[in-house]
T-cell receptor
Framework: SAVISQKPSRDICQRGTSLTIQCQVD?????MFWYRQQPGQSLTLIAT?????????ESGFVIDKFPISRPNLTFSTLTVSNMSPEDSSIYLC??????????FGSGTRLTVV | GENVEQHPSTLSVQEGDSAVIKCTYS??????FPWYKQELGKRPQLIID?????GEKKDQRIAVTLNKTAKHFSLHITETQPEDSAVYFC?????????????FGKGTHLIIQP
């Protein structure tokens, strides 16, 4: 399966600021996915990032709040903009392959103060 | 969109006994159903998955069954061990090849009592 490097692993940020999370995959993948996991909760899909086109956002998530870049087939970034304490969560990137299912990065634990 | 319901939210079993976690899904187009194990502070790890053209799949102590007609699937863990204690998530997708993301259930906290 693919190996995903995600950074930062954790950060504490001031409200009103932005944080950019990076994911690097060790192989080329068509789609990359970004999820949010609020404390003690399940995972919720934020958006799907396809190289060369604008990301597709799920209901309740908007590009202005969570802009995504996908410059090539091995890399993507998610920015959490104008943060508030409600944005405190774990953010995970994920990729899928036809033979190995969906794999997750190690996650970014974000605390907004 | 897809909606995945998962039960129970907490399951406590004696070591050596079996555990069963059940999920239902709403979108008949869903065709890929993975199960993830998440230990505290770690990423979800895929433990088993099943596609809609298969009714059952087994991997050592873990098995998954799928009933497409009823739109439900279940995780079975036999001979439970302390290291099985974790949160388990079911999920569904209508693209097992990775074109679409996963919709997750709310999770089951499995506790193995020694």
């Amino acid at each position: 399966s693919a190996v995903i490097s995600q950074k930062p692993s954790r950060d504490i940020c001031q409200r009103g600021t932005s944080l950019t999370i990076q994911c690097q995959v060790d192989s080329q993948v068509t789609m990359m996915f970004w999820y949010r996991q609020q404390p003690g909760q399940s995972l919720t899909l934020i958006a799907t990032a396809n190289q060369g086109s604008e990301a597709t956002y799920e209901s309740g998530f908007v590009i202005d709040k969570f802009p995504i870049s996908r410059p090539n087939l091995t890399f993507s970034t998610l920015t959490v903009s104008n943060m508030s304490p409600e944005d405190s969560s774990i953010y995970l990137c994920s990729v899928a392959g036809s033979n190995y299912g969906y794999t997750f990065g190690s996650g970014t634990r974000l605390t907004v103060v | 969109g897809e909606n995945v319901e998962q039960h129970p939210s907490t399951l406590s079993v004696q070591e050596g006994d079996s555990a069963v976690i059940k999920c239902t899904y709403s979108d008949s187009a869903s065709n890929y159903f993975p199960w993830y194990k998440q230990e505290l502070g770690k990423r979800p790890q895929l433990i088993i998955d099943i596609r809609s053209n298969v009714g059952e799949k087994k991997d050592q102590r873990i098995a998954v069954t799928l009933n497409k007609t009823a739109k439900h699937f279940s995780l079975h863990i036999t001979e439970t061990q302390p290291e099985d204690s974790a949160v388990y998530f079911c999920a569904a997708s209508n693209s097992g090849g990775g074109a679409d993301g996963l919709t997750f259930g709310k999770g089951t906290h499995l506790i193995i009592q020694p």
